[in-house]
């Protein structure tokens, strides 16, 4: 087997977004013919409250033939210099169980968020998308404007926030194919007639209320617990990455509000399989919600990939096994 590290997984093509958006929708569709699965995520703690370490389980066949796990470590105020989340997959063969490699993943995960966005804007925007409001300037908002750079290069305007803006120097710092405007606070962009809006911050407590949901927009839920319950209800049309049993524990804004008894078990139209396959579209009037919970399938699928580009090109540190003859 080998490893790989994450700048040798973005010399493989690991980060990139036409790849990625190739990789999620090969994925959703063996998902809906059964051959790839994703059993519950199981977590043990760190000595360091709250901190704990995910295991989180994936099968993926056709071309990935892969089976794997990602195992990340959420790693309260750490003061060693490394990021806060710390993240290797695992992945053995699906066919013979043979162990394949170990990647280090971190940029892999920032990129399958957004690989789903793009997927999302394709599929179940009310709208052509020409205007896209992008919120947040972290991790996942830079994935998401590489995604948009590499997915929607036409757009006619993009609209930028972020709560410290001086994190938009960075963010705009390369150049971009289209316009774009910064804005000082949200409800000042709120009015403006974009086609979708992507919230990708760490927000604990919501900030887009019912105002936000108007005919004909896409609401992307990608970060934390942005949007009230109010606004929910304000959508005419709730799609999901997936409904799986995440909903009973997850923090993210419909999952709370299910917990609580404001959302129904059958309250969403569509989810990721029925957007590929074409069966859910949604009308031009539509206020349509996109909440991501975020799939390890596509991980998983995302490492096998890059580890088929290293095995081809010789790339990593091969790691011999003891019971190899």
Known sequence: MRFLSGQQVASLGGLDPQAALRDVTDTVTLMAS?????????????DTAPGK???????????????????T???????DGLPMALTVTLINRADSGLP???VESGGLTAVRPAAVSALALRHA???????????????????????LSAHFPSLEALGLWNRTPERLDALTAAPLPFPFTRYCHPDDAQAQPWDAVITCTGAQQPFLGPAWFTPGRLVMQIGYHEVSFAAIRRATQVVVDAWGEFRHTSA????????????????????????????????ADDCVYFSSFGLNVFDIAFAARV??????DDVGTSLALSCAP
């Open 34 to 46: 059964g051959d790839a699965v994703m059993p519950a995520e199981t977590h043990v703690p760190l």
């Open 53 to 71: 370490v995910y295991a989180l389980p994936a099968r993926v066949g056709g071309r990935f033939n892969a089976t794997g796990v990602k195992w």
């Open 73 to 79: 470590a959420h790693r309260p105020q750490p003061q």
């Open 100 to 102: 394949v490699g170990l």
């Open 125 to 147: 925007a009310p709208r052509e998308i020409r205007r896209v409001l992008l919120l947040g300037a972290g991790v996942q908002a830079r994935a998401h404007l590489a995604m």
């Open 252 to 283: 993210k804004s419909l999952f709370q509000m299910y917990r609580a008894g404001e959302f129904p078990d059958d309250g969403w139209a569509a989810d990721l399989p029925a957007l590929v396959s074409g069966r859910w579209r949604p009308a």
């Open 307 to 312: 580890l088929q580009a290293a095995e081809r």
